[in-house]
C-alpha cells in the first residue's frame, strides 16, 4: 500500500503556537489530522458508487476549532466524559478538578488534551502525535507521558492510545469524532448495532449512576443493527435526559460495534480493546456551518467514542481507570470500512 503524507501550514493558536495540517492518502482512503488537539478532521473513503466521501465532521480553520464546543474530531482527555463533584480520592488523597459541566468535570477540564498543540512525528504510514501533561494539569496528579498514533491500514484507520504517568493517576482517552457515512445531512437513517448486552443508565446530569440496565426488551438494543433514529423521540426517561442517544455501552468484546449508511453504501466497522463505547447521536450540536459551509445540526451525526466507562473513579464496580505509576497504558481503537 503506498502512503503518500503531505505537511500543510494552518495557522497560528491563540498562544502563537503554529499549526500544522498532515494529510496521509492511499488509493482507497485518505485522512487529515491536526496537530492541535491531535484532532481528525477529515476521513475520506470510497462510497459504493466509487466516488469519495467525508465521514467526519471538522471546520475549515484553527479559529473555528478553537471558539467552538463540541470537540469535533479531538482526543478528549486526561479523562474523557463526566467526572462527578469534579474530583476523586486515590489512595486517600482528593483530588479536585476543574468545574465545566455544572459541578462536574467534563472531557479534561477547561484546558482538556484537545486545546493543545501536541509535538507531531511522520511515520511511514500515519502520525504519532505525543505530549507531557504535567502534574496538577486541572488537578490530575502524575507527570503523564502520552502518545496518540493514526495509522492508515489497507481498509481503515487505526487510533491507538499510549501513556506512563510518574504518579498513580487516572486515564481514559478518546477521539471525539462525529460520523456521517453519507457525508452530509441527517444521520438518523443510519444503521446502528452495537455489541454490548447492557448499558449505564444516566441520573438527570448525564451521570452513570452505577446501575448497568440489559439492552434486551429496550429502546437501547442494538445487538441486531436498526436505524439510529427509529425510536430516538420515543416516550422514554433515559432518551429525555439527553434529548436522545447519550449512553455508555458496556462492550462484549473487541467487535464493538457497526454503522452503515444505506445512502452510501458505506460501512463502518469498530473494532476495540476498550471496555466501553459512547452513543451520542449529536443531540447538542450547534447549527453553524462545518467544512466547505456545510451546514451542521443536530442528528447530523453520530459519535461512537471507545472509552473507559464515565465516571468509574466513583464507581467501584466498573472497570477501573487508574493507571499506576510507571505502568504502560495502552488501547486500540481500529475503523474498517466497505461498502454494500
Known amino acids: ?166 504518579a498513580d493517576t487516572v486515564i481514559s482517552l478518546t477521539n471525539h469524532s462525529y460520523f456521517n457515512l453519507a457525508g452530509g445531512g441527517t444521520a438518523l437513517a443510519h444503521e446502528l448495532r452495537i455489541n454490548a448486552e447492557s448499558f449505564t443508565a444516566n441520573d438527570e446530569h448525564s451521570l452513570p449512576t452505577g446501575r448497568l440496565i440489559p439492552c434486551a426488551g429496550t429502546l437501547f438494543d442494538f445487538r441486531a443493527a436498526r436505524p439510529v433514529g ?26 464493538a460495534a457497526e454503522l452503515y449508511s444505506p445512502e452510501s453504501g458505506v460501512a463502518m466497522n469498530i473494532t476495540t480493546d476498550m471496555p466501553g463505547v459512547q452513543l451520542y447521536t449529536a443531540n447538542f450540536l450547534e447549527r453553524i456551518p462545518g467544512k466547505r459551509g456545510a451546514l451542521m445540526e443536530p442528528h447530523g451525526a453520530v459519535c461512537l467514542e471507545t472509552q473507559e466507562f464515565p465516571d468509574a473513579v466513583h464507581h467501584a464496580d466498573f472497570p477501573s481507570p487508574v493507571l499506576r505509576a510507571g505502568a504502560a497504558y495502552h488501547r486500540e481503537t481500529k475503523l474498517t470500512f466497505d461498502v454494500r
Request: contains cysteine; hydrophobic residues 35%; proline residues 2%.
Open 230 to 255: 427509529r425510536d430516538i423521540g420515543a416516550d422514554d426517561g433515559q432518551l429525555a435526559i439527553g434529548h436522545g442517544y447519550h449512553h455508555n455501552f458496556a462492550l462484549s468484546g473487541r467487535d
Open 1 to 166: 500500500m503506498a502512503v503518500k503524507i503531505t505537511a500543510i501550514p494552518w495557522g497560528c493558536s491563540i498562544f502563537g503556537e503554529a499549526v500544522t495540517l498532515r494529510r496521509v492518502e492511499s488509493d482507497a482512503l485518505s485522512f487529515e489530522v491536526l496537530d492541535y488537539g491531535a484532532t481528525l478532521r477529515s476521513l475520506r473513503v470510497k462510497d459504493a458508487h466509487g466516488a469519495w466521501v467525508d465521514v467526519v465532521l471538522g471546520y475549515d480553520s484553527l479559529a473555528e476549532y478553537e471558539q467552538n464546543d463540541g470537540y469535533l474530531g479531538a482526543v478528549v482527555g486526561r479523562v474523557c466524559n463526566r467526572i462527578a463533584g469534579a474530583e476523586f480520592e486515590l489512595d486517600g488523597n482528593r483530588y479536585p478538578l476543574y468545574q465545566n459541566d455544572g459541578v462536574n468535570h467534563l472531557h479534561g477540564g477547561k484546558r482538556g488534551f484537545d486545546k493543545y498543540v501536541w509535538d507531531a512525528e511522520v511515520l511511514e504510514d500515519g502520525v504519532k502525535f505525543s505530549r507531557v501533561s504535567p502534574d496538577g494539569e486541572e488537578g490530575y496528579p502524575g507527570n503523564l507521558h502520552v502518545a496518540v498514533t493514526y495509522t492508515l491500514t489497507e481498509r481503515g484507520l487505526r487510533i491507538a492510545y499510549d501513556a506512563v504517568s510518574d
